[in-house]
């Protein structure tokens, strides 16, 4: 993933409770962040700019598992 691909919750995202209100809504990636973990390695954070009209910018930072690309659905859909 990168800066500007439009994703969604994954099924882990939208298994969380904290993430009930972002579930059917699509985003923008707006900048990746590292963090690191106990191993050395850092991890990629996600900051998404949501379009919703409640709280596009919530502030949070998501893990690559929470997210996955957008797909466009059939017949307009």
Known sequence: MKVGDLVELSAHGKSLNMCYHRRGVVGLIE?????PVA???AV???SILWADTHKPRDGWRYDRRDLKHAR?????E
Request: aromatic share 6%.
């Open 31 to 35: 900048a990746i962040a590292r963090k």
């Open 72 to 76: 466009r659905k059939a017949n307009g």
């Open 39 to 41: 191993n050395g390695h």
């Open 44 to 46: 990629p954070t996600y």
